[in-house]
């Protein structure tokens, strides 16, 4: 699995351009998979946002299913660490 409950994560494919790159948190398991045999996951994108469906109309994306292929998890350090080293270009 590339996502967990509880993750950020940015998605990096989909059927509906306007979604590639956007940020969701990962809600839950879907229970399904995907006309591919992909598991889905249920995700909240950070804003609810109007896209253009495959179909051409246009919907409201809220709580969506999305396949965890089709997903990245967001990581970096916790807010509360401190980098040691300095980065020099």
Do not use: Y
């Not at 591919?36 to 469906?53: H, I, K, N, Q, T």
């Amino acid at each position: 699995m590339n996502v967990h409950p509880g993750d950020l994560a940015i998605v990096v494919k989909s059927d509906i351009p306007e979604v590639v790159g956007m940020i969701v948190e990962v809600v839950s398991g879907a229970g399904i998979q995907d006309d591919e045999g992909l598991f889905e996951w249920f995700v909240r994108p950070s804003a609810p946002s109007r896209c253009f469906l495959p179909d051409g109309s246009i919907g409201v994306l809220e709580l969506v299913g999305c396949p965890d292929a089709w997903l990245r998890p967001l990581s970096g350090l916790p807010i509360d660490e401190e980098t040691r080293e300095e980065l020099t270009a």
